[in-house]
């Protein structure tokens, strides 16, 4: 039978969307009879079309100079911490140009995931790409941590990479690992000095010896709703419950970007959107097209800091059936983040996780629905060090057991 509907996935590299492409964007799936989008983990956008209007989306995509992929993500979106920058954080020479520089070098569509992160900040996931780019203290130089494919395997680049020789050195690792993936590939004994010598035996790079071994900040998430001032401006966060963001709401939202010469707006891992640099005086406006589509900006903070998989409603509603409950039970969740896996190999990151398994068959020949509950083994979402807290966990006490560790 044929699908009845299609996934649209297209990317938006950094995390980062001029106002002017989503708006296009947004006429063209209006036109299609869109009425929700929502964006992924790794800052990208997706909606659903019917079958019988797909086509004629991707063609008004294309003629707008605007790639997307049909019920496939073969190319991953460009995952970074721009939107941190003069919100939640400053580095001393990390500067939103720099992303943009390092971003616009990319002339090719890379097929694996590639994080560009701000070591000092907390907001936006380290190690969830396969090349992650981590800034360092000397200015434009960036830690390298690969991460094999479909592995929790970690590699550190013996040395630095200026900022400038990021896309270069990516595509060569990507070429790399693609033409040995019997080595790098799903491999949790991949070599990381062997896939160092492949790579730099085909060409040079701009380097800097590695002298101090990266540290990273104790992790805390930042509260990311609500107008919040910063130096003369403001910056607006938008989180959605159910992920789901309506046409009509983002068309408004872009018309007044447009409006008040704001050309960007910037989306982040936690499926949410900031807009940056609202000035005071324009603040009623927003607060128009927020009643206007009842928008609520202030959600408890034991709500904000959960990862669930892209466009996956088992795992979103597991998530507000166990957020009622720390609701209820006035759970503090500080400097905690929780990740839902219902599938593997999803790259989501946490501090505590609850992965979906299956036990053997009930006497009414049906799965039994059971969760097992691991935690980093000191809180830190960004480690892939895991410790079991408890297995085959029903449904109904998951959240009992998930407090505890709270």
């Given at each position: 039978?044929?699908?009845q509907?299609?996934?649209?996935k ?5 995390g ?13 799936a209006e036109?299609?009879e869109?009425?929700?989008m929502q ?11 019917a ?8 063609q ?7 790639l ?5 993500d ?7 911490s ?6 939640f954080h ?13 971003l ?12 560009l992160?701000?070591?000092?900040q907390?907001f936006?996931p ?5 090349l992650n780019?981590i ?8 830690y390298?941590?690969?991460r ?9 680049w013996?040395?630095?990479v200026?900022?400038?020789?990021i896309p ?9 690992i693609?033409?040995n993936?019997d080595?790098?590939?799903d491999q ?8 160092h ?7 040079t790079?701009v380097l800097?010896?590695?002298?101090a071994?990266?540290t ?9 709703e609500?107008?919040n001032?910063?130096?003369s ?23 007044l ?8 707006l ?7 959107l900031i807009i940056k ?5 324009d603040?009623?406006?927003?607060d128009?097209v ?15 800091n959960w ?7 088992a ?5 507000n059936?166990?957020?009622?409950y ?5 759970i503090?969740?500080y400097?905690?983040c929780?990740?839902?896996?219902t599938?593997p ?6 501090s ?6 299956f036990?053997n ?17 000191d ?7 895991f410790?079991s807290?408890?297995?085959k ?13 709270c």
């Amino acid at each position: 039978m044929l699908p009845q509907t299609h996934t649209i996935k297209i990317n938006l590299p950094g995390g980062i969307v001029p106002a002017g492409d989503l708006l296009t964007i947004l006429e063209a799936a209006e036109a299609a009879e869109v009425e929700h989008m929502q964006f992924g983990n790794r800052q990208q956008l997706l909606f659903t079309v019917a079958a019988g209007q797909r086509r004629g989306l991707v063609q008004a995509l294309a003629q707008a100079n605007i790639l997307c992929e049909v019920d496939a993500d073969l190319h991953p979106n460009i995952s970074s911490s721009y939107v941190v920058e003069d919100v939640f954080h400053n580095t001393a020479w990390l500067r939103e140009g720099v992303y943009k520089d390092i971003l616009d070098l990319f002339d090719f569509h890379p097929r694996l995931r590639i994080n560009l992160i701000d070591r000092n900040q907390t907001f936006v996931p380290f190690f969830t790409g396969n090349l992650n780019f981590i800034t360092s203290d000397t200015s434009n130089y960036w830690y390298c941590y690969v991460r094999f494919p479909r592995t929790n395997v970690l590699y550190c680049w013996p040395a630095l990479v200026y900022s400038e020789d990021i896309p270069v050195l990516s595509s060569a690792i990507e070429r790399v690992i693609y033409a040995n993936k019997d080595q790098f590939f799903d491999q949790p004994a991949a070599n990381g000095p062997l896939l160092h010598s492949l790579v730099s035996a085909s060409q040079t790079f701009v380097l800097q010896p590695l002298i101090a071994p990266l540290t990273l900040p104790t992790f805390t998430l930042p509260y990311y709703e609500g107008f919040n001032r910063y130096g003369s401006k403001l910056w607006l966060g938008i989180y959605r419950r159910d992920e789901q963001f309506s046409v009509a709401f983002l068309k408004d939202v872009c018309l007044l970007c447009l409006q008040t010469r704001l050309g960007q707006l910037c989306t982040t891992p936690w499926k949410s959107l900031i807009i940056k640099a609202i000035d005071l005086t324009d603040r009623p406006l927003w607060d128009v097209v927020l009643r206007k589509h009842r928008i609520n900006v202030r959600h408890a903070a034991n709500e904000l800091n959960w990862q669930v998989e892209d466009h996956c409603a088992a795992g979103l509603a597991l998530k507000n059936e166990l957020v009622r409950y720390f609701h209820e039970e006035d759970i503090r969740t500080y400097q905690l983040c929780f990740a839902i896996k219902t599938q593997p190999q999803t790259g989501l990151f946490g501090s505590i996780v609850v992965r979906r398994h299956f036990d053997n068959l009930t006497q009414t020949g049906l799965h039994a629905e059971q969760y097992e509950i691991l935690h980093t083994r000191d809180f830190n979402p960004n480690s892939k060090d895991f410790i079991s807290f408890r297995k085959k966990v029903s449904r109904d006490n998951l959240a009992w057991y998930l407090a505890q560790l709270c």
